[in-house]
């Protein structure tokens, strides 16, 4: 029996010298345990990226899975053709989960903080009367990330967001619409806070 149970079981379900299956994948990858991948024929991973401990890439084929199923098939069945496009240099501090239907891409130098949710598909609510869970993906819009963006601890992107180049998301917001190039937003939904000012070389109240 090894001195430390979870640690070693963590280690074989990560062994340190056989990196997950991905499409394609670059040099300098490192993902800390635990990680998990769905979908890894799916997703495409640039050079020097890194992700810190819990995070998740799910490029999901097949809805839904063995958890979501109900016990008499009352459920709806779906299939996808997901695509996940990791930049270069993309990091995560941890808990990073990314999950595709349709398509998200993260394009070179962004940076997330600990726990941030991307997904380019939501539980459908086609009734009030019936489990979320039983009732499919709804709504499913590809999600781009522009190159050297932030996101903040806790940020959530929904279906069908872009979120520009050199954009910061603040802490604990929810993305439901366009962010622009060089601006700053925040809050529940985020809104502009302020914007890059080029020829001022400041930060300006966003308008």
Known sequence: MPSDPIAWL???LNPPDRPPRFATIGEGFIAQPPFSVVG?????????????PGSE?????????????????DHVEQT???????????TATASLQVVAFQEVVIEDDVMFAANVF????????????R?????????????????????????????????????????NSVVTRDVPAGTIVGG????????WDASARAWVTAE
Not at 64 to 71: D, E, K, T, V
Not at 80 to 90: A, D, L, M, S, T
């Open 10 to 12: 963590l280690r074989r």
């Open 40 to 52: 890894g024929d799916h997703i495409h991973v640039g050079t020097g990226v890194k992700f810190g």
């Open 57 to 73: 890439l799910k490029a999901n084929v097949r809805f839904p899975g063995s958890w979501l199923r109900h016990p008499e098939g």
């Open 80 to 90: 996808f053709e997901p695509v996940i496009r990791i930049g270069n240099r993309v």
């Open 118 to 129: 991307v997904a380019d598909g939501t539980h459908a609510t086609e009734t009030g009367d």
């Open 131 to 171: 489990p979320y869970k039983y009732q499919g993906i709804g709504p499913v819009a590809p999600i781009r990330i522009g190159r050297g963006a932030w996101l903040g601890q806790n940020v959530v992107v929904m279906p069908g967001v872009t979120i520009g180049e050199l954009a910061v998301v603040g802490a």
């Open 188 to 195: 529940v939904p985020a809104k502009p806070i302020k914007r």
